[in-house]
């Protein structure tokens, strides 16, 4: 089967991807949707995909037509029913068509993960779009995935959008306008929703984390002493533990971010930053400041975090208080920074 998936946006694609490979079908992505308004979320849907489908290795087409005013002139006359009259079939039709004229036997849609949308139409739609090209349409109840693929989507960090698409749509949103999204089957039920990533403060046994946190912080002799008293917090993906943080109170006001430290392979993915939100939220009942020590070299990713007030410099820290000279890439470290977060601020 060469099959040609039309795909209104990155959230929406995740678990149709996702299901169709563990059938061992691969998609080839084709974006055509003239039905996103204004442009800069037409643009940000768009883009969004762009990397999501080159992070996953997926073969993707985009069809780059805005077509504002052609949509709005097709729809403005009848906008109880544009779904169903213009949507749909605009955007089947040219998947439909480019899977024609270029060697794909199959179509379908990301718009049947959605259970906004109206599921039965779309079928029908795809079914009858297909024959009248010759094609087959690949029908998959993809809703049961929703919650599934939008967590998935969450954790990934990708653009999620705040309302269908067109600029009715938009309207309808942001005034509150009544909508009633279709109803599910009898005995419709959505698959549960793990999600793959976890927080949690660990109490017992706090040494086991030791080499992870001497990646960070390679004195043992000071690790040990923060350790000791400090809270452990542990992010563990797929529960292989890949990322901890140790936090220490200062006074009634302020606790310190001792120490945080990712394994070498799961670097750059955005846990240690997860890592430091949750901290924050944790703590902003209680403490109103955060306060981390740093090396020069890592400044620019506290300041990012929110540790934007400089506090103080304590001159040779590091030469001080390690008996071997440390470097964080070429740079060696000497003085320890301290910047501070507010966790009132909003
Ligand atoms: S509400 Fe959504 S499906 Fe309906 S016309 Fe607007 S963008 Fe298309």
């Known amino acids: 089967m060469k099959l040609l998936m039309h795909t209104c946006c990155a959230p929406c694609s995740v678990y149709c991807i996702d299901s169709l490979r563990d059938e061992g079908i691969e998609p080839t992505v084709y974006w055509f949707n003239p039905n996103i308004h204004p442009y800069t979320e037409y643009k940000a849907r768009r883009d969004c995909l762009k990397e999501y489908t080159k992070s996953i290795n997926v073969e993707a087409i985009f069809e780059d037509d805005y077509g504002l005013d052609k949509f709005c002139k097709n729809v403005v006359d009848s906008l109880e029913t544009r779904c169903q009259d213009y949507c749909y079939p605009v955007r089947l039709e040219q998947t439909a068509k480019y899977a024609k004229e270029h060697g794909f036997d199959t179509i379908t849609t990301t718009l049947l993960v959605s259970p906004y949308q109206k599921h039965d ?6 079914e009858v779009i297909a024959k009248k090209y010759g094609l087959d349409f690949l ?13 998935k989507a969450r954790e990934l960090g990708l653009y999620i959008q705040k309302y269908c698409g067109c600029i009715f749509s938009e309207r309808g949103r942001y005034l509150g306008e009544d909508f009633q999204p279709p109803k599910l089957p009898e005995g419709f039920e959505f698959l549960p929703v793990n ?12 040494e086991q984390y030791l080499e992870l946190l001497l990646e960070a912080d390679p004195s043992e002799e000071i690790v040990r002493k923060y350790l000791a008293d400090g809270d452990l917090f542990v992010l563990t993906y797929k ?26 392979n799961y670097r750059g993915k955005g846990y240690g930053k997860k890592m430091i939100k949750y901290l924050a939220d944790n703590y902003k009942p209680r403490y109103k400041n955060m306060i981390v020590g740093t090396t020069e070299n890592n400044i620019p990713f506290y300041v990012k975090q929110g540790f934007d007030k400089y506090e103080k410099t304590i001159k040779n820290f590091f030469i001080d208080n390690y008996n071997e000279e440390l470097w964080d890439g070429n740079m060696q470290c000497v003085d320890m920074y301290y910047y501070s977060k507010d966790l009132i601020k909003k």
């Open 121 to 126: 139409v779309i079928k029908k739609l795809g």
């Open 139 to 151: 029908y998959r109840d993809f809703r049961v995935g929703f919650k599934v693929g939008q967590a």
């Open 195 to 206: 999600p793959s990533i976890n927080i949690r403060k660990e109490r017992e046994n706090k």
């Open 239 to 264: 529960d292989e533990p890949v990322c901890v943080s140790v936090v220490t109170k200062v006074d009634n006001d302020t606790v310190e971010l001792k120490n945080i430290a990712t394994k070498e």
